[in-house]
C-alpha cells in the first residue's frame, strides 16, 4: 500500500513540478519584470533602506522588519545549503548562473504578490492584519473559492516543508555530530515551537527579528573564509558556471556541464524552492507590516528574495564550484546529495567550518519551523475561523516531536506537491491583478518623490 501511495505520489510530484510549472513561474517572473519597468532596480536602493524605516502610525501588527525577516525566516533554509549543492551535482555548474537568475526575476513577482497581500488584507475586530493570496483571490477577483483552495493547500503544506523535513534535518545533524538521540531533539525543539507560536505573530517576528540577521551573517561570514581561501578559483569558477550554462562539456576538478536544459531545470528549480517567488507564502507575513503603503511593504518583501537567492545562493554556489575546481580529486558523479558537497566545502576552515554549517542547517531549518507556522495559521484561520487555530497549532507541534523518527521521503513529496498547487492560484492573483499593481506602483514611484509617504488608498475589511 506504501508504495503504491509513494508511487502515485511521486508520478503526480514529477507532472506539478514539471517543465509546464517552471515556465509558468519563470515567465511570470520575467513578465512581471517588464510590467513594472524592473522594478527591482528600486528592490537594493529604496526596499532596504524601507525595510529598517520604522512607521508606527500606520496599521498593521509588527514592524516592516519584523514581517520580512518572518518571511525570510521560512524562505532561508536548508535550501540555501543543500538544495544548491544538489543542483550542481545533477545539473552541473552552470545550475547555480540559472538559480540566480531565477532569483533575479524572482524580484518582481515577490514584489507583486506581496503587493496584493497588503492591498486586499482585512482587519479583524480584534485589531489584527490578515492577508495573502486567498484574500487577494476573494476581495480583489471574487473567487473567494479559490482562495479557499489555496488557503487548503498552504495550512497542509506546512506539516511538511515548513515542519517535519526541517525538524528531521536537525535532528541527522544533531545525531551525526552531538550523537544526540533523535527523539531528545523533537522534543526540544517542539517545545521552544511552542513557547513561540503561541505568542502568535508578534512572537514570533521578535524571534525572527534577532535570529535570522544573526544565521544570515554567521553563514555568510563562512563562505567569505572560503571564498578567501580559494580566491585564485573564483574568477575561473564564473567562468566555468556562465559557460556550463549553456553547453555540455568538462571543465577542471572533475566538473561536468550536463548540458543546457538540466541546467535550466535543476538551476530554476532550486531558485524557485530557495526563494519561494510565486508560490504566495511569504505574502502572508507581509500582510501584518505596519505600513501605510501597499507599495513600500512590497519593496521591502522584495529584497527577501534579493537577500535569499542573489545573494546567499550564489555564495554557496561559488563555494561549492571553486572547493571543486580547487580539489580535482573529487568526483562529484559519486556525490549522493547536495548535503555532502557542502560539508566537504566547509571542512576547508579548520576546526570551525564544521561548527559554522552545522549551526546554519540548525538555525536556518528552526526559523523555517516558525515562519511556516505563522503561514499556517492563517490559512486555517481563513477556512476554518479561529476555532482552528488551537487544534492547528497542537497538531504543528506533535509533528515537529515526530518527524525525526518518522519516514518521510513520503512526506516531502506530498509537502512538495502541495507548494506546486499552491502556485497555481497564487499565480492567478498576481496575473489578474498586475493592473491594479502597475497603476498604483507608478503613482507611488514614478509620479511621487522618494520622501513621500503619501498613503494609497486603502479599503480594508473588517471581519471577526
Known sequence: MYDTVNSIV???????WGWPMIILLLGTHVFLTLRTGFIQRFTITRGIRLSVAKDPDAEGEVSQFGALTTALAATIGTGNI??????????????VLWCWLTGVFGIATKYAESYIAVKYRVKTK?????GGAMYALERGLN????????AFFAAFASFGIGCATQVNAIAEICETNFHIPKIAIGVAVGALTAIVIFGGI????????KLVPFMAVFYVLGCIIILCMNCDYIIPAVAVICRLAFTPGAAAGGLVGSGIRMAIRYGVARGLFSNESGLGSAPIAAAAAQTRNPVRQALVSSTGTFWDTVVVCLMTGLVLVTTIMKNPGVDVNRIDNGGQLTTL???QIPYLGPIILTLGIITFAYSTILGWAYYGERCVEYFAGKFGLVPYRFLYIVVAVGAPIMKLDLVWLIADTLNALMAIPNLAAVLLLSNVMVKDTRRYIHDLDARDNTPIPVIYETRR
Open 10 to 16: 511521486t508520478t503526480v510530484n514529477g507532472v506539478v
Open 345 to 347: 566545502a566547509f571542512g
Open 126 to 130: 480584534d485589531g489584527r492584519m490578515q
Open 202 to 209: 508578534k512572537s514570533i517576528a521578535k524571534v525572527c527579528e
Open 82 to 95: 543543500v538544495g544548491v549543492g544538489t543542483a550542481i551535482a545533477i545539473g552541473g555548474p552552470g545550475a
Open 143 to 150: 473567487m473567494k473559492w479559490l482562495g479557499m483552495v489555496f
